[in-house]
């Protein structure tokens, strides 16, 4: 696969999970966030390990190792994603969990031991008073129960990139995607049994949510993921999340008809500016960012 190819499916994986919050505000408002991932990822899973069949049968216990472990930060970041979505606008969320998301090139920089380069720095600062601005109430800074939760389904997303990254370049990525679906159903049912109870959708607009879930968000997108970074840098990898708030925006606002206020929206533009920065600078400053394996 090319770069650019590996490029474009990252890109297009990343939409399907800004799709995600739109499809889980509606399928949460009678469904446990538990369930909702159980159900998705297993429905999806379904779809997945039918196609991937000759691939996992040749599983390697390396391969579920690292799947298991993949599926331990997603689960755990998906559940707080559903926590918060309960009291924080699916727009306003996206936002906060990619002015977060932008840490995974420093993160990147410490695991490979590489200086952060000047764009990179400028991009966390950007991001870090993008964020204070998202939290504005008012005339102060503060964070509701719901936004922390984001923040830290976020750092958890982080590490999960990064296992990801790591993964991908050692075992089969298609693999890896489907028993990460596997797995993480199987966390979400067990999880819902002893927290939520069963609850299953109660209207035709929740049961479309729930199978937009797992086939457009789970068995597309959470596939390509994995074969998508597998030849793409983990530190550019991490700055290609811009897509995701502007997917979720969008949606929130045209179908959900939620409201941006002009705190947000300066927060939501300091966000996407920290993350064209190095790109910017690269093509018309001439300068070079740094690029990590």
């Known amino acids: 696969m090319s770069k650019r190819t590996a490029e474009l499916l990252l890109i297009l994986s990343i939409v399907l999970r800004g799709s995600s919050l739109l499809f889980s505000k509606i399928a949460l408002r009678t469904m446990g966030p538990n ?27 390396e391969e579920v190792k690292y799947a298991l472990l993949m599926s331990i930060f997603l689960f755990t970041s998906m559940f707080l994603e559903n926590v918060g979505l309960q009291t924080t606008a699916s727009s306003n969320t996206s936002f906060i969990e990619n002015g977060v998301v932008i840490g995974i090139p420093l993160a990147a920089c410490l695991i490979y031991r590489t200086l952060p380069s000047k764009e990179t720095v400028v991009s966390v600062v950007f991001a870090t008073i993008g964020m204070l601005f998202l939290s504005l109430k008012g005339t102060h800074i503060s964070f509701t129960s719901g936004e922390i939760c984001i ?43 002893f927290t939520e109870g069963i609850r299953l959708p109660q209207s035709a607009a929740e049961y479309g949510a729930l199978f937009g879930l797992a086939i457009f968000c789970s068995a597309l997108g959470l596939t390509l993921q994995p074969i998508a970074q597998e030849h793409v840098e983990v530190s550019r990898a991490g700055l290609m999340n811009a897509v995701y708030p502007v997917t979720a925006a969008v949606l929130g606002v045209i179908f959900l008809h939620e409201h941006i206020s002009w705190s947000a929206l300066v927060g939501c533009l300091l966000v996407m500016l920290a993350i064209a920065y190095p790109y910017i600078s690269k093509k018309y400053f001439g300068s070079k960012d740094v690029s990590n394996k």
């Open 35 to 61: 369930l909702l991932i159980g159900l998705r990822m297993l429905l999806a899973f379904i779809i997945v390990g039918f196609i991937f069949r000759k691939e996992l049968a040749k599983t390697t216990r």
């Open 151 to 193: 923040i830290a389904c976020s750092l958890l997303y982080i590490c999960f990139v990064l296992v990801t990254d790591v993964a991908s370049k050692k075992c089969n990525a298609k693999v890896l995607g489907t028993l990460m679906l596997l797995f993480v159903g199987i966390f979400g049912i067990v999880a819902a049994f």
